[in-house]
């Protein structure tokens, strides 16, 4: 990556850009910003959904146009048209869902020149892109955050970073890789080398700011020069505020960073205490909690002392500020290049006597922080402007740095300094804290950045040398993408500036329900950019912004509409979740299928293996998880519109989505189970499909195994079309074991699946049963769902062998293969009827279809119960009862049935169900839409 720093990007001569061809690249921005600000004028385009707040001059002053926007980009079309290719029905498109560790490339420069609150390596997603996509693609990120998709894309290119990814490349630009086939390594093409190019949109004018000069090349050379020469000149101004006296009485060090404490009153004696100095304990190598008064010796804790306080006249805002009060109490210098640690003296007190009196003759942010959790949690320690987050000392040089930058940006287009300015930022901040742990042990930074998703400021608070920060990350600014290839958009993912059909593959990171909330911890960086994220469209469940799990799925749904709309049909979706709740993992899978997408492979990453594990409900989202679905081809929908909700589309339906799934999966040489392939999840997969349709299920879960065992073979417990089971076959002939499913029992359904997995391999008594039963109905067990009786389970669902009638033919053979003296006996043979007595088995298939219907019939009643229920809320239910339900209700059109009784039940339960809520979704959408 050396290179980086000696080529020269900004060319000075013509450049070309969608099509046209301009006599310098400075033409190219004045020409662009023009069209921009003359948009920028139409009211209408300033409704667009989450549209950025900030005036036009500010806006302007971010963008590079059309590359970039600090506001939905106008020219995302012309983009697409420029490099795209259109959708064209009769090409061939065939891809099996791809998986590859998201968390896998972290320590590399690019991902590091930049930090951001979650980021995706780019070389994860780059192993996406080459699975999915050929050269020329057009690959679109309506969650960019720092836009490392775009980086990704457009090292698809580079052929050093895609070897280093350990696939080769062929001198013709194939990409090869290394895989196992019949035991043996061989290299096997999968990709081509070549750029993509990027669609990125984010919400958030901070991120997409950095997305837009990550995915821009950065002429090392002349970043380079310029940064110096800022550092210079702000040294020159503010290096006098970052020095302090050696211990030799005579040099002055450089200041490296200054401890702050917090003080306290003592309730005994009401004499001031310095938390550092009562607190630290180096013996021990940590911060203690507990301690004893250094004026009276009374024992105290922390958590229970009064804070002091100081006031003052805040002269950016006129107000008196009365804020608790923090002390340098420690102070780590360099001279030349030793390091050095020492208590502040006086003349360090009185220079910072000296700096609050500085006047600060530059802009800096000074407004009311915004409303938010994060955002106002300091309010009541006084820290409530956006300036307060900043000690006076970092707030004037941070003044000064921007000041020159954004200048020098205007004057030349020298992108890295943006980056330059929002990756320094954030060791500016009074958000660094000691890591006391690292510091009395000598081991590693001591220097902490924001505690991870909040803007908490710590007792022990570190002021960095704002200088010296900027110093430090001059070199690792360089470490951008090439550029030209991607567009930057600032807007909501809800409404894209491009035609449908437009897009060839779409990788996204979404927020994640109440984890992180964007918007606020962004706000300080925004403060200096003068535009921020319009918080309306953000998806995230914030309860200042009165914004609930609800609001955050309708506000997902939304944006997986966008994305299906432009995504080309047949097309692929990687959705990477790092939530662990089941809520809002199931709020992502409603908003997914309410969209059109359909789920093909649900994988969890096992980070102590770097493998998948297939996820099959909700409450084994543990991890981070790889969600593959694709939007399904033209033909199936067209035939849907024909057929209507016929059996025949159910089937027509199932046979396209089998295809879309991987035949075999192969791990560590032994095959794994496929859960996508399991019956019952294709059952689901079709009734959402249905459902998405706003069309009755026509059949009912036996009708539809039953239908399913006739047209379609299966293996192992997994259905496969005719054309795909030979290659099952090949694989499963060369490994000792079928694989095994792992079931998750949770509820009385799963629960069910459970027993009838059992039985299936083992007709067992009740006794049998009983222990290994029990042993399953542990810590995964749903809130609401009430507990089972086994005995009622098993008449419900299965039949017992009364001894009387004609053996059943799975009893004998289970016995006869599993127990050697019954081995050859005939059916009749009383020792084989006495061993088969009471044993329970699963029914065939016109049995089971009773029984189903039998069983249906039982949770209807007991659903009537529920409906005449006339209590606030149902304590326990079964969520069996309420599916059948609310399925018949749907078959009904009767919507108000389903939401009336969804009311009846805690929010949480339907939230974690992902097909109640997808129906009462649904029953919401239709009755407000006044169908
Ligand atoms: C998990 S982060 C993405 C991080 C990204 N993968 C990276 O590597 O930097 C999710 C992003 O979604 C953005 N976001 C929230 N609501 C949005 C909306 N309605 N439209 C577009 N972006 C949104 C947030 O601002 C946040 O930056």
């Known amino acids: 990556m050396t290179d980086l720093f000696t080529t020269t990007a900004q060319k000075s001569g013509p450049v070309e850009c969608l099509g046209q061809t301009f006599p310098s690249d400075q033409a190219r921005r004045e020409h662009y910003l023009e069209l921009l600000a003359r948009k920028l004028k139409d009211p209408e385009f300033r409704k667009l959904k989450g549209f950025p707040v900030g005036a036009d001059e500010d806006i302007l002053a971010l963008s590079d146009p059309p590359y970039y926007t600090a506001c939905p980009n106008p020219f995302a079309a012309d983009f697409i048209s420029h490099y795209g290719s259109e959708y064209d029905s009769l090409s061939r498109y065939e891809k099996e869902p791809f998986l590859a560790d998201v968390s896998e490339g972290k320590n590399d420069p690019i991902y590091n020149a930049h930090s951001y609150h979650t980021k995706v390596p780019h070389k994860a997603i780059m192993r996406y892109i080459l699975h999915y996509t050929q050269p020329g693609d057009i690959v679109f990120d309506g969650f960019c955050g720092t836009g490392m998709t775009g980086v990704a894309a457009q090292l698809c290119g580079d052929r050093t970073v895609v070897e280093s990814l350990g696939y080769r490349v062929s001198p013709d630009g194939t990409i090869l890789e290394q895989l196992t086939i019949d035991g043996e390594l061989a290299w096997k093409p999968f990709s081509k080398l070549g750029a993509r190019t990027a669609l990125l949109n984010e919400l958030s004018p901070a991120a997409s700011f950095i997305a837009s000069n990550y995915n821009t090349e950065i002429d090392g050379v002349k970043f380079?020069?310029?940064?110096?020469?800022?550092?210079?000149?702000?040294?020159?101004?503010?290096?006098?505020?970052?020095?302090?006296?050696?211990?030799?009485?005579?040099?002055?060090?450089?200041?490296?960073?200054?401890?702050?404490?917090?003080?306290?009153?003592?309730?005994?004696?009401?004499?001031?205490?310095?938390?550092?100095?009562?607190?630290?304990?180096?013996?021990?190598?940590?911060?203690?909690?507990?301690?004893?008064?250094?004026?009276?010796?009374?024992?105290?804790?922390?958590?229970?002392?009064?804070?002091?306080?100081?006031?003052?006249?805040?002269?950016?805002?006129?107000l008196t500020v009365r804020q608790a009060k923090q002390v340098p109490v420690l102070i780590n210098y360099s001279v030349g290049k030793s390091r050095f640690e020492k208590l502040p003296d006086q003349e360090d007190f009185d220079l910072i006597k000296r700096i609050a009196e500085?006047?600060?003759?530059?802009?800096?942010?000074?407004?009311?922080?915004?409303?938010?959790?994060?955002?106002?949690?300091?309010?009541?320690?006084?820290?409530?402007?956006?300036?307060?987050?900043?000690?006076?000392?970092?707030?004037?040089?941070?003044?000064?740095?921007?000041?020159?930058?954004?200048?020098?940006?205007?004057?030349?287009?020298?992108?890295?300094?943006?980056?330059?300015?929002?990756?320094?930022?954030?060791?500016?901040?009074?958000?660094?804290?000691?890591?006391?742990?690292?510091?009395?042990?000598?081991?590693?930074?001591?220097?902490?950045?924001?505690?991870?998703?909040?803007?908490?400021?710590?007792?022990?608070?570190?002021?960095?040398?704002?200088?010296?920060?900027?110093?430090?990350?001059?070199?690792?600014?360089?470490?951008?993408?090439?550029?030209?290839?991607?567009?930057?958009?600032?807007?909501s993912a809800e409404t894209m500036q491009v035609p449908e059909n437009s897009v060839d593959y779409i990788f996204v990171d979404p927020p994640f329900g109440a984890n992180i909330m964007y918007s606020e911890l962004n706000s300080l960086w925004e403060a200096w950019l003068k535009v921020r994220t319009n918080s309306i469209s953000e998806a995230v469940e914030n309860r200042a912004l009165g914004k609930a799990l609800d609001d955050y799925r309708r506000l997902m749904s939304k944006c997986f509409e966008e994305a299906f709309r432009i995504l080309k049909p047949g097309r692929w979706m990687t959705v990477e979740f790092s939530n662990t709740q089941a809520s809002v993992w199931n709020a992502i899978q409603t908003a997914l299928q309410e969209a059109g997408f359909v789920v093909a492979n649900v994988a969890a990453l096992e980070k102590s293996h770097?493998?998948?594990?297939?996820?099959?409900?909700?409450?084994?989202?543990?991890?981070?998880?790889?969600?593959?679905?694709?939007?399904?081809?033209?033909?199936?929908?067209?035939?849907?519109?024909?057929?209507?909700?016929?059996?025949?589309?159910?089937?027509?339906?199932?046979?396209?989505?089998?295809?879309?799934?991987?035949?075999?999966?192969?791990?560590?040489?032994?095959?794994?189970?496929?859960?996508?392939?399991?019956?019952?999840?294709?059952?689901?997969?079709?009734?959402?499909?249905?459902?998405?349709?706003?069309?009755?299920?026509?059949?009912?879960?036996?009708?539809?195994?039953?239908?399913?065992?006739?047209?379609?073979?299966?293996?192992?417990?997994?259905?496969?079309?005719?054309?795909?089971?030979?290659?099952?076959?090949?694989?499963?002939?060369?490994?000792?074991?079928?694989?095994?499913?792992?079931?998750?029992?949770?509820?009385?359904?799963?629960?069910?699946?459970?027993?009838?997995?059992?039985?299936?391999?083992?007709?067992?008594?009740?006794?049998?049963?009983?222990?290994?039963?029990?042993?399953?109905?542990?810590?995964?067990?749903?809130?609401?769902?009430?507990?089972?009786?086994?005995?009622?389970?098993?008449?419900?669902?299965?039949?017992?062998?009364?001894?009387?009638?004609?053996?059943?033919?799975?009893?004998?053979?289970?016995?006869?293969?599993?127990?050697k003296d019954l081995r050859g006996l005939d059916k009749s043979d009383p020792r084989l009827i006495s061993k088969a007595k009471d044993r329970w088995y699963v029914p065939d298939p016109n049995k089971a279809q009773d029984l189903e219907k039998k069983r249906e019939k039982a949770l209807l009643k007991e659903f009537q119960l529920y409906q005449a229920f006339t209590g606030r809320r149902l304590k326990e239910f079964r969520l069996e009862v309420l599916r059948a339900g609310f399925k018949e209700a749907w078959g009904k059109k009767d919507y108000q049935t389903i939401i009336a009784v969804a009311k009846k039940i805690p929010d949480e339960a339907l939230q974690e169900d992902e097909k109640l809520l997808l129906w009462y979704d649904q029953a919401m959408t239709r009755t407000e839409d006044g169908l």
């Open 224 to 318: 380079d020069i310029k940064a110096r020469e800022i550092l210079q000149k702000v040294t020159n101004e503010c290096g006098w505020m970052y020095e302090t006296r050696h211990f030799d009485g005579k040099t002055k060090g450089r200041i490296n960073f200054t401890l702050w404490s917090d003080v306290f009153r003592c309730p005994e004696c009401a004499d001031e205490i310095i938390f550092w100095d009562v607190a630290a304990d180096k013996d021990a190598g940590k911060v203690r909690d507990e301690f004893s008064c250094p004026h009276c010796a009374a024992v105290l804790k922390k958590k229970l002392l009064e804070r002091s306080w100081i006031s003052y006249i805040d002269d950016a805002t006129g």
């Open 358 to 491: 500085e006047p600060i003759s530059g802009w800096f942010p000074s407004s009311r922080m915004i409303e938010g959790s994060e955002t106002r949690r300091n309010d009541p320690i006084g820290i409530t402007h956006v300036h307060h987050f900043y000690t006076r000392r970092n707030l004037i040089t941070l003044s000064r740095f921007r000041e020159q930058i954004f200048s020098a940006r205007e004057e030349e287009n020298n992108p890295g300094l943006g980056l330059w300015f929002t990756s320094s930022h954030v060791w500016a901040t009074r958000l660094n804290r000691l890591l006391a742990s690292n510091y009395f042990k000598s081991g590693g930074g001591v220097i902490g950045q924001t505690l991870q998703g909040t803007l908490y400021v710590s007792s022990l608070a570190i002021e960095t040398n704002c200088i010296q920060r900027f110093s430090l990350r001059v070199n690792s600014v360089p470490y951008t993408a090439r550029g030209g290839f991607s567009c930057v958009s600032t807007g």
């Open 610 to 819: 770097k493998g998948f594990r297939a996820v099959t409900t909700s409450t084994a989202v543990k991890q981070d998880l790889v969600i593959s679905a694709y939007k399904p081809n033209g033909g199936l929908e067209e035939r849907f519109k024909r057929t209507g909700g016929s059996e025949e589309s159910a089937w027509d339906f199932v046979r396209t989505h089998l295809k879309y799934l991987p035949t075999v999966k192969v791990k560590g040489g032994e095959l794994e189970f496929t859960a996508e392939r399991d019956p019952r999840i294709i059952f689901d997969r079709m009734i959402a499909w249905f459902v998405r349709h706003n069309t009755a299920v026509p059949l009912s879960s036996q009708e539809f195994q039953e239908g399913l065992r006739q047209r379609f073979p299966e293996r192992d417990g997994m259905v496969f079309l005719p054309e795909q089971v030979a290659e099952y076959d090949r694989k499963r002939a060369q490994v000792a074991r079928a694989p095994q499913m792992e079931l998750f029992v949770s509820d009385a359904r799963s629960a069910i699946d459970w027993l009838a997995d059992f039985l299936k391999r083992r007709p067992s008594t009740y006794q049998e049963i009983s222990p290994e039963f029990i042993g399953h109905l542990g810590a995964g067990w749903k809130k609401h769902e009430a507990k089972p009786e086994l005995m009622a389970l098993l008449e419900n669902n299965f039949l017992k062998y009364d001894g009387m009638s004609e053996l059943p033919s799975q009893i004998h053979s289970y016995l006869s293969t599993n127990h």
